[in-house]
């Protein structure tokens, strides 16, 4: 029986989907201003690892997850570059789902993006104001944080302590210092929506809202998210969506703890954070998932490169394993009496601490016993120059068990991880060649180089913001 830890409980509970053997569940994406960071691979590792279990488990798992594709963010980095905050918005949802294909991260059954969802959007906050919990003013639409009594259910935070530090700062145009946008009225050169209350956007938190409930209905099985997203943004989900509805929002809320640097959550603000694409130059993909996933999910995870050379020499350790069974099967047989080992017994504990909230930490440990056990197994086996019959049948169940283990655990191993790893640094390095020769202006050479990348489908996209490739179907 699968336990998850509930945010919102702050308790482990036993697993029951509200739909029998169907399970709908909702993960926080990106806002697409920049690349994909560590703290965004391991919310997307983890959450993995959920689905993966969850369908291991015999149930149908149905996934959104979304891109905030129109933001002040994006609408600043357009500025900076002088390209079209669309043009920003693609390239990097991209890049993205480049890096998110070669983590091996499933993809979901839906990827909504805000801007082909604002009449949802619009319908839910038109519903807010019929309801009198929102209130249009110069354009704006806010939440009346007061009129929802359970305020602060989820991250244990109560009204009056909030509105003790809080404040309305100039230009604010809502009636009290807790209210939320739900609708930002746009300047003048800004992007907009045409909508009841005048050209605008909508606010970051209705936008999970009003999609999460067009492709999962008004109350899902489970939220996903970082650490960070508990408060304000899921608790103003939970307060928008509850008061449109009248029924839960989230029946199990999850989150991941924080990737640390140096002590310190990484953060682009405090300049400590290292990008996927930075860390894949360097490590194949199964080695930083491996790292991921060798500490809890919910708790902190200190990142160093030290720490990911510790990883990689421990995944080519497990490989070893696997590529053994080549050893085992040239082992002579001889019928003798001897102890076999228990790999049942090995399956149940691996089992046992998925089962127990995705403890992943503990059940890659289960493994590296197992692989532990049957090296040495082998080895006395191999200085003998003999091994009984049970004792090789065993042997090769063990390593079986672990590649199929690390394969439920989305570990590709021996198929394209290393050489996919490689193709894709080639292809930037030659999108990087291409632009020096386009700056010094050898358009011959560099049209020859998007030709040649076209000829094995790899189509190059010139954008205002730089060059995105992407792999034909």
């Known amino acids: 029986m699968v336990k998850v830890f509930n945010t919102l409980t702050e308790e482990k509970e036993r697993f029951f989907p509200i739909e029998k053997d169907k399970i709908k569940m909702y993960v926080c994406g ?107 003013s110069g354009g704006d639409v806010y939440f009346s944080v007061k009129k929802f009594p359970e305020y602060g259910k989820l991250s244990r ?8 530090g809080a404040r309305i700062a100039p230009g604010d145009r809502k009636k009290d210092p807790l209210d939320f946008a739900l609708w930002k009225a746009s300047e003048e050169n800004e992007p907009g929506w045409n909508s009841p209350w005048g050209k605008g956007r909508p606010g970051w938190h209705i936008e999970c809202s009003a999609m999460s409930m067009k492709y999962l209905g008004e109350t899902m099985d489970i939220h996903g998210g970082g650490l960070d997203l508990i408060f304000p943004h899921h608790e103003n989900e939970i307060a928008q969506s509850e008061t449109y509805t009248g029924k839960p929002f989230v029946k199990y809320w999850m989150h991941n703890g924080f990737v640390m640097v140096n002590s310190e959550k990484m953060s682009k603000s405090l300049g400590n954070f290292f990008t996927v694409k930075e860390i894949l130059s360097k490590f194949p993909p199964d080695v930083l998932r491996l790292f991921l996933l060798t500490t809890h999910y919910r708790s902190p995870i200190d990142f160093s490169f030290e720490r990911l050379n ?36 090995y399956k149940e504990l691996f089992e046992s601490a998925m089962d127990d909230d995705f403890n992943t930490a503990k059940a890659l440990g289960v493994l590296f016993e197992l692989g532990k056990e049957i090296n040495k ?26 590649e199929e283990a690390l394969k439920i655990l989305g570990f590709r191993l021996f198929a394209e991880t290393e050489g996919r790893f490689v193709e894709d640094k080639l292809i930037n390095l030659l999108i990087e060649i291409r632009e020096d020769l386009r700056k010094g202006k050898n358009f011959i050479l560099a049209d020859k180089i998007r030709d040649r990348l076209k000829e094995i489908d790899v189509v190059l996209e010139d954008l205002p913001s730089g060059t995105i490739y992407k792999r034909g179907e």
Not at 329 to 339: D, F, H, P
Not at 378 to 387: P, T, W, Y
């Open 157 to 164: 935070r109560k009204i009056d302590e909030l509105l003790a």
């Open 377 to 402: 197994r082998k080895d006395k086996a191999v200085k003998e120059g003999k091994i009984s019959t049970t004792e090789k049948k065993t042997l090769t169940e063990g390593v079986n068990f672990i």
């Open 30 to 136: 990106p806002t697409v201003y920049d690349d994909a960071h560590i703290g965004h691979a391991r919310s997307a590792v983890v959450f993995d690892i959920v689905i993966r279990w969850l369908e291991y488990r015999g149930y149908e798992v149905i996934v959104v997850r979304n891109y905030t594709d129109i933001d002040d963010k994006i609408i600043k980095r357009a500025m900076e570059k002088n390209a079209p905050w669309e043009d920003i918005a693609q390239k990097y949802i991209d890049s993205f789902e480049d890096d998110m294909r070669i983590l091996n991260i499933k993809e979901p059954t839906f990827k909504p993006r805000v801007t082909r969802h604002i009449s949802e959007i619009i319908d839910m906050i038109k519903g807010l104001i019929e309801k009198g919990f929102a209130y249009e």
């Open 310 to 345: 510790q990883s990689k020499a421990a995944f080519e350790r497990l490989k070893n394993i696997i590529l053994s069974k080549e050893i085992i099967s040239t082992l002579s047989e001889v019928e003798i009496e001897g102890s076999s080992m228990d790999v049942k017994k």
